[in-house]
């Protein structure tokens, strides 16, 4: 019986152990990812800061279980993959599948934001759920929740191409 259990925690051992930067880069069924750090550009460079475009109705942050995108009514379910923040104007990064450690502060994200490779030490894995950074803010979410919800983020949808 001890083995039994063993090689159930061997099992789900590998199927969560994933590399964080392989995950991060890697396309999700239903959602691209749209964690790139440049604070400029999204993947080759077409999206300059401050693209003009339609804005979202409602920018919203989600669990990986959303679809992205342009949200043009209330009753849009989509998260904003075109998030900046006005306070220190970089991109707003997110991580698929993944959340913030509890341990994660200001001084983190001030000093590594954006090497992935610095910010993936602050993750761990978890189904369903999204983990949200800019170089001063960071949230993770599970549900679909409207920015506007949080006065204390200064993160906008920046237009959709």
């Keep these: 019986m001890a083995d039994d259990e063993?090689?159930?925690?061997?099992?789900?051992?590998?199927l969560l152990s994933v590399n964080v930067?392989?995950?991060?880069?890697?396309?999700?069924?239903?959602?691209?990812?749209?964690?790139?750090?440049?604070p400029v550009a999204r993947d080759s460079g077409a999206f300059p800061v401050g693209a003009g475009g339609e804005k979202c109705f409602k920018a919203s942050l989600g669990?990986?279980?959303?679809?992205?995108?342009?949200s043009m009514s209330s009753r849009d379910k989509k998260v904003c993959d075109r998030l900046r923040c006005t306070s220190c104007d970089f991109r707003v990064t997110c991580f698929s599948n993944y959340k913030w450690a509890d341990d994660c502060d200001y001084?983190?994200?001030?000093?590594?934001?954006?090497?992935?490779?610095?910010?993936?030490?602050?993750?761990?894995?978890?189904?369903?759920?999204?983990?949200y950074a800019c170089q001063c803010s960071w949230r993770?979410?599970?549900?679909?929740?409207p920015?506007?919800?949080?006065?204390s983020l200064k993160w906008v949808c920046s237009g959709h191409i």
Excluded: C, H, W
């Design 63 to 70: 669990g990986s279980e959303f679809s992205v995108g342009l």
């Design 140 to 145: 993770n979410a599970t549900e679909l929740l």
């Design 147 to 151: 920015i506007v919800t949080d006065p």
């Design 6 to 14: 063993d090689d159930l925690d061997a099992l789900l051992n590998d």
């Design 21 to 38: 930067e392989e995950a991060s880069l890697s396309p999700v069924a239903k959602r691209p990812p749209f964690e790139s750090l440049s």
């Design 107 to 131: 001084m983190f994200f001030r000093n590594v934001y954006p090497d992935s490779k610095q910010l993936a030490k602050k993750l761990t894995r978890e189904i369903g759920s999204s983990a």
